[in-house]
Nanobody, 121 residues
C-alpha cells in the first residue's frame, strides 16, 4: 500500500514563506512525476508545480518566480518552497505522484490528504 503524507501548511502573513513537504512510502516500484495541486474554496483543483525524476519542472503562471519545487528521489519526497505568499494562495494543497506500486499493473496517480495554507494578516 502506498501513502503520500504532506506537511508544512499553516497560517502565514502576506509576503511570508512556507515550505511544504510530501513523502511517498510503501511498496513503490518507481515514481515518474511528483506534483503539487491546490484547491481554493469554491474553485476547482489546479496544478501548481510538477517535477519529473530527471528534475524537469513546470509551474503555474501564478507562482512562477515565487515558488520552487524540488525533489529528493532517494527519499521519495517532494518539496514546495513558497515565497512572497499572497492571500490568493490560500488553499488546501495536495501532493500527487504518478507512480507504480509493486501491486499495480501500470503507473497511476496517488494523492495525499492535503495540507491547508492560509495567507492572512
Amino acid at each position: 500500500q502506498v501513502q503520500l503524507v504532506e506537511s508544512g501548511g499553516g497560517l502565514v502573513q502576506p509576503g511570508g514563506s512556507l515550505r511544504l513537504s510530501c513523502g511517498a512510502s510503501g511498496s513503490i516500484f518507481r515514481i515518474i512525476v511528483m506534483a503539487w495541486y491546490r484547491q481554493a474554496p469554491g474553485k476547482e483543483r489546479e496544478l501548481v508545480a510538477r517535477i519529473t525524476t530527471a528534475g524537469i519542472t513546470n509551474y503555474a503562471d501564478s507562482v512562477k518566480g515565487r515558488w520552487t519545487i524540488s525533489r529528493d528521489n532517494d527519499k521519495n519526497t517532494v518539496y514546495l518552497q513558497m515565497n512572497s505568499l499572497e492571500s490568493e494562495d490560500t488553499a488546501v494543497y495536495y501532493c500527487d505522484a504518478i507512480l507504480k506500486a509493486y501491486s499495480d499493473d501500470y503507473d497511476r496517480a496517488y494523492w495525499g490528504q492535503g495540507t491547508r495554507v492560509t495567507v492572512s494578516s
